[in-house]
């Protein structure tokens, strides 16, 4: 993927930064005193800035990446009437991310993994594997009823989920068996352990959210120190 030769007129590191990238699966590094420390590799860009909103124009200060180029049947004529309004490549995956009043960005910038560096710490979102539909043992970590005293089918059962008179209902947010994961997961404050331009790299410490392959968002960490 080119770059459009556009360069930022502030750097990344005065404002909110981050890139989309793919899950590419956990390895080990050996640190500087000779340890094992496990790592999630990320596939990381190249993205463009592909809009930048305006306090004045949409009250509040965004820009919108754009990630993973593809055909044209793959998007909407919509999509693809946005994209070259500014001659930029079709992408597949667009994200908005905030920025700060002091930083100015340009349509059309490429983004990729030199915006971080080795030590910093990042915030990775991504989206959980889902795991179907899951009872209250598996999904809310519940206790096995008693094996004895008559019961023969209520081991796994949730027991009791609201009372018969007075408040006469289940309260919402009880919890109770349902859909389990395929939802947005963050994972806060994880040590960069390595940044690789050439394959566009970026290899973060722990684990990060979804499976092998999985769409994620690498931005700079909101808690620092």
């Avoid at 593809?70 to 998007?75: G, Q």
């Avoid at 910093?120 to 096995?144: L, M, N, Q, Y």
């Avoid at 939802?183 to 684990?207: F, I, M, W, Y």
Wanted: proline content about 5%; some cysteine.
């Amino acid at each position: 993927m080119m770059g459009l030769g556009l360069e930022p007129t502030v750097p990344w590191e005065d404002g909110m930064k981050g890139i989309l990238g793919r899950k590419v699966g956990m390895t080990q590094l050996f640190d500087e005193k000779g340890h094992v420390v496990p790592v999630t590799v990320i596939e990381a860009g190249p993205c463009y800035v592909t809009q930048v909103k305006t306090q004045d124009r949409d009250g509040y200060r965004a820009i919108q990446l754009g990630f993973e180029e593809t055909k044209p049947k793959c998007l909407t004529q919509g999509q693809q009437g946005h994209l070259k309004e500014n001659d930029l490549p079709l992408l597949r995956r667009l994200c908005e991310l905030r920025v700060k009043d002091d930083v100015v960005y340009e349509v059309g910038q490429e983004v990729t993994v030199e915006i971080f560096e080795a030590g910093e710490f990042v915030d990775v979102v991504g989206k959980s594997k889902g795991r179907g539909f899951a009872g209250t043992i598996k999904r809310h970590k519940f206790h096995r009823g008693p094996k004895t005293h008559g019961q023969s089918d209520r081991e796994r059962a949730p027991g009791s989920i609201g009372a018969t008179t007075g408040i006469g209902r289940v309260f919402k947010g009880k919890r109770m068996p349902g859909r389990m994961g395929n939802v947005r997961v963050t994972s806060q404050h994880l040590l960069v352990a390595l940044v690789d331009p050439e394959k566009n790299l970026v290899a973060v410490r722990g684990s990060v959210p979804g499976p092998r392959g999985g769409l994620v968002l690498v931005k700079q960490a909101r808690k620092q120190g």
